[in-house]
Nanobody
Framework: QVQLVESGGGLVQPGGSLRLSCAAS????????MGWYRQAPGKQRELVAA???????NYADSVKGRFTISRDNAKNTVYLQMNSLKPEDTAVYYC????????????WGQGTQVTVSS
């Protein structure tokens, strides 16, 4: 059973920063692509950022230049550094592990709330 545990969410003022962390269980972390998604009230879940096993990253246009995804394979952890936060970044952020390349499925964390408000 895969467990993904997010942390680091909270309330921040516009222009502020937060760093989200996602710790994954299991010994084979480095081979899987990881991602961060978010879902705002009344909206569909959307991809925010993703990182492959080789370290290639991609970002939603709305967060390019402000958010950075990274991973530490020694700690089985993926991070999302969020800078210059805007009210429209308010959402529940979910960690994702993509095992579809290996005939499995996507796994999700429980989500962490990020609220950007003055």
């Amino acid at each position: 059973q895969v467990q993904l545990v997010e942390s680091g969410g909270g309330l921040v003022q516009p222009g502020g920063s937060l760093r989200l962390s996602c710790a994954a269980s299991g010994s084979i972390f480095s081979i899987y692509a990881m991602g961060w998604y978010r879902q705002a009230p009344g909206k569909q879940r959307e991809l925010v950022a993703a990182i492959t096993s080789g370290g290639t990253t991609n970002y939603a246009d709305s967060v390019k230049g402000r958010f950075t995804i990274s991973r530490d394979n020694a700690k089985n952890t993926v991070y999302l550094q969020m800078n210059s936060l805007k009210p429209e970044d308010t959402a529940v952020y979910y960690c994702n592990q993509d095992r579809t390349r290996y005939g499995s499925t996507h796994y999700w964390g429980q989500g962490t709330q990020v609220t950007v408000s003055s």
